[in-house]
């Protein structure tokens, strides 16, 4: 797992899909769905820190572009 997108389809593989129209929200989430996953032993600890850490990494680039576009208006 390497992208947002190996992420994203980690999640489809149990049926998950996440849309809420927001995206920060929509990261939220996805952080709730993986702990689900994890504590249900459906994920290794690797898998589980790679695919947080990269929840993570989006959700500090969409918070910096959110700050970015405050600035602009």
Do not use: C, P, W
């Not at 947002?4 to 849309?19: A, E, N, P």
């Not at 920060?24 to 898998?47: A, I, P, V």
């Not at 589980?48 to 929840?55: E, G, H, K, N, P």
Request: zero cysteines; charged letters at 30%.
């Amino acid at each position: 797992m390497k992208t947002f997108y190996d992420v994203q389809q980690l999640l489809k593989r149990y049926g998950i899909f996440i849309y809420t129209g927001s995206r920060l929200s929509d990261l939220e989430m996805m952080e709730t769905e993986l702990r689900e996953l994890y504590s249900s032993q459906l994920l290794d600890s690797k898998e589980f820190q790679v695919a947080m850490l990269l929840i993570r990494h989006e959700t500090q680039q969409e918070i910096e572009k959110n700050k970015k576009g405050d600035y602009n208006e």
